[in-house]
């Protein structure tokens, strides 16, 4: 990879989008009950008869920018700006290079903080700073693409109903009607790689209807 990468820009556009985004919210939600009714289904199905696309991220795992220009390409720690913001993310099986995208739910945020700013669960699960969440707000799914620093105030932040979690400590809910933190992906660094460590640490679901719909597994 070569060249700068304006990794962020579809976060910044959006981000400008603030005032917009909640006419859109319906739409957005709708499409994604929609795509994550369609997965259930499947869920129920055995492993080998899923396709390999909704599955979820596996240890070993590589990632690729989600959006943008340089979607599909490769991230490497050095692509993560240190202090954020975030950089938007799906998880890469290396052998087949297929992309994990087929399910909402694979969405991932790539953020890189000071080691010591994590407090000692979330340091546990990162790489040299680096940490690894869901993309998905745990309220109503919208994808959580803000991200708030000022004056010792870090946050990713939802505008959808304008939910914040906290990525130093375990993405906890911070303000909003999220009712729950982001779920963590455990990452590590093999040989200058960016790798998944582990399963995702909570539920990746959306809160929907008042209720909680099973992990998929």
Not at 53 to 61: A, I, T, Y
Not at 70 to 75: D, L, S, V, Y
Not at 106 to 128: G, H, I, K, M
Request: overall charge negative; charged content about 20%; proline content about 10%.
């Amino acid at each position: 990879m070569t060249g700068e990468r304006d990794y962020n820009a579809p976060l910044d556009t959006r981000s400008n989008s603030r005032a917009r985004f909640p006419a859109r919210r319906g739409l957005l939600r709708a499409a994604f009950v929609a795509s994550v009714g369609l997965s259930l289904p499947r869920a129920a199905l055995a492993e080998g008869d899923r396709p390999s696309s909704e599955e979820p991220p596996e240890p070993g795992d590589l990632f690729v920018v989600a959006h943008g220009n340089h979607a599909g390409e490769t991230i490497a720690p050095s692509d993560i700006p240190l202090g954020g913001p975030q950089i938007s993310a799906w998880p890469m099986d290396p052998k087949s290079k297929l992309i994990r995208k087929g399910s909402p739910l694979n969405q991932v945020l790539l953020l890189r903080l000071q080691p010591q700013e994590l407090d000692e669960d979330t340091a546990a699960r990162s790489a040299d700073g680096i940490v690894a969440y869901s993309g998905l707000c745990t309220h109503a799914g919208c994808p959580v693409i803000g991200w708030v620093k000022d004056q010792g105030t870090m946050v990713l932040k939802c505008f959808c109903h304008q939910s914040e979690f906290d990525p130093r400590h375990s993405a906890a809910v911070v303000f909003g009607p999220a009712p729950r933190h982001l779920a963590a992906l455990p990452v590590e660094i093999v040989s200058g790689t960016l790798t998944v460590a582990g399963k995702f640490i909570g539920s990746t679901m959306p809160e929907i209807g008042g209720g909680y719909l099973p992990d998929v597994e």
